[in-house]
């Protein structure tokens, strides 16, 4: 086991701060956690991390990072595109034995791929920038055998559509997304005043498990393909909806279950899967 005394006796987060003028910027989606015992809440719902090497996007002055230490991470990848956080989290990799990697890149082009062949399976925590967010998990999700788990922070809205069942208004293409793949779990919000800057809105903190298969069987593209255009309609009927993708969405529709006077909010996972399979089917 690591000792983690010396990761534990660094300066607190807001001398950190001071000393190297890591005023939070926007235009990053940047919203540091400074409490140290929220950061620790999120290490350990991660865990056990012995031998797991943790993915960290965004970690600013650090706190997250710390946590994860403390905690026993085995690895810890941080990836940090601010050059004025790089000072702080060199820092921290001075008292942490080898087991802090960074990165001094933007999250959105890193090789995902050739980091998982070097170290295995990732898990991924982390305390995401609100402006890439979204983007960055669906990217993840499309290449999912690469991660054992993900720890996420989102605006608690982003949060809800992840965990979202089919007949309420948060469901949507992001819900199809991660809970195909994934099982969806929020674990605990955190209010504005958590962060500084205060953002305007609440926090959820989420796991994703990767399923060891999809939820059911289909064409993630196709599938990808239909759910747009079920929910980029969703106030319109199926049938209404659906008539860019197929030649005849009534009779498509009726044949898999599904009712043609239906919208895509009330429609599961398993139904846009079946509607995939007709699609793949209708196209040879």
């Known amino acids: 086991m690591p000792d983690t005394d010396a990761v534990a006796a660094l300066p607190p987060l807001r001398e950190v701060i001071k000393a190297h003028g890591l005023a939070a910027r926007r235009s990053l989606g940047q919203n540091f956690l400074l409490d140290l015992n929220i950061t620790r809440r999120i290490a350990r719902a991660a865990g056990p991390l012995k031998n797991a090497v943790v993915l960290e996007i965004g970690p ?28 702080a989290l060199n820092d921290v990799a001075a008292v942490a ?29 982390a305390n995401l920038p609100y402006n890439i967010s979204t983007p960055l998990l669906i990217g993840w999700l499309k290449r999912v055998s690469l991660f054992d788990r993900f720890i996420l922070m ?41 962060f500084t800057p205060a953002p305007k809105v609440a926090s959820t903190v989420v796991e994703l498990t990767p399923r060891t298969a999809p939820l059911a069987d289909a064409d993630p593209d196709i599938l990808e393909e239909l759910v ?25 529709l009726s044949g898999v279950g599904i009712a043609p006077e239906a919208r895509a909010e009330t429609v599961s996972i398993e139904g846009f899967c079946a509607l995939a399979r007709a699609l793949a089917k209708s196209r040879g």
Do not use: N
């Not at 608690?156 to 992840?162: C, P, T, Y």
């Not at 106030?235 to 009534?250: E, I, S, T």
């Open 97 to 125: 034995e080898g087991r802090l990697e960074i990165l001094a890149a933007d999250a959105m082009t890193i090789d995902i791929v050739a980091l998982a062949e070097k170290h295995g399976k990732l898990r991924v925590v």
């Open 154 to 194: 989102f605006q608690s809205e982003v949060a809800d559509r992840l965990a979202a069942q089919p007949g309420t208004k948060a469901y949507g293409r992001l819900s199809v997304a991660a809970q195909w793949r994934c099982d969806v779990r929020p674990l605990f919000t955190l209010p504005p005043r958590a």
């Open 60 to 87: 600013g002055p650090g706190g997250l990072t710390r946590a994860l230490l403390e905690e026993g991470a085995g690895t810890v990848i941080a990836v940090e595109r601010d050059d004025r956080c790089i000072g």
């Open 228 to 252: 747009a255009a079920a929910f980029g309609q969703r106030r319109k009927m199926l049938r209404a909806a659906l008539k860019g993708v197929f030649a005849d969405p009534q009779t498509t």
